[in-house]
């Protein structure tokens, strides 16, 4: 069932025709996701693009997607659909929206995983030079930190894990590490951590005021916050 043009902000509707010289003629609602909403444009001539939008998109979440997408293009290891056009923020809450290559499922081949498992260790390997810094980007819509480190492995606790942990614990989405007092001081919870591999990153988590804190080691990461998708969106500012 299509959705009505008036769909399209106006500024995406003048970016179809002036930019790409695309009218649509129906617009579907896509199913899956539940940040942004999904659209299939199709044209006249039967061309299609998909279309991701949100009427209240934090500053820059689709030109840093399209960054992305782009930068993962270059390891030319698995197909990424082609960015068409994106919106400008210029720094600001509002509506905003990605406009993607429309690829077309097809028959799944008898070494579509091979494949597949082949491809992302191609994107994994990729000696590119990637940018001496990368600017903050989104998970979902939590904003996240790319602050260059001595190691992946650093990197990911440091950017990655320890900044969830410590929102999930401020605001009591996490259990606090048994016998730790309780905290008169939620704003503030701690969390060292040591990172001795990829596979085996231990956690020193703290709770309650600096001056009572106990301690527990804690590893996997999964054991002190087991996130889902329901969790980063209830700990998103």
Not at 189 to 215: D, E, I, K, N, Y
Request: proline share 9%; hydrophobic share 35%; net charge positive.
């Amino acid at each position: 069932m299509s959705r009505s043009l008036d769909r399209l902000s106006p500024d995406l509707q003048q970016f179809l025709e002036r930019e790409l010289r695309f009218r649509p003629a129906r617009v579907t609602p896509i199913r899956g996701g539940d940040i942004n909403e999904a659209f299939r444009l199709v044209n006249e001539e039967g061309a299609s693009l998909f279309l991701k939008s949100n009427r209240k998109a934090p500053p820059f979440l689709f030109e840093r997607e399209a960054e992305g997408l782009r930068w993962l293009a270059e390891t030319r290891a698995l197909r990424v659909p082609e960015v068409r056009g994106v919106s400008v923020s210029k720094g600001n809450e509002g509506p905003g929206w990605l406009l993607l290559e429309w690829i077309d499922s097809g028959p799944r081949s008898a070494r579509y995983d091979d494949a597949l498992g082949r491809g992302l260790a191609a994107l994994h390997s990729f000696k590119g030079d990637p940018p001496r810094s990368l600017p903050p980007n989104y998970i979902g819509t939590l904003p996240q930190s790319n602050r260059l480190r001595a190691t992946w492995t650093e990197f990911y606790a440091e950017e990655r894990l320890r900044p969830l942990v410590q929102m999930a614990l401020g605001r009591r989405l996490a259990p606090s590490p048994a016998g730790a007092p309780a905290s008169s001081d939620s704003s503030a919870p701690c969390l060292a951590s040591s990172t001795q591999s990829l596979t085996s990153v231990a956690f020193t988590v703290t709770s309650g005021p600096a001056t009572s804190c106990r301690v527990r080691t804690v590893s996997p990461i999964s054991s002190i916050l087991p996130l889902t998708s329901e969790t980063a969106r209830s700990i998103s500012p």
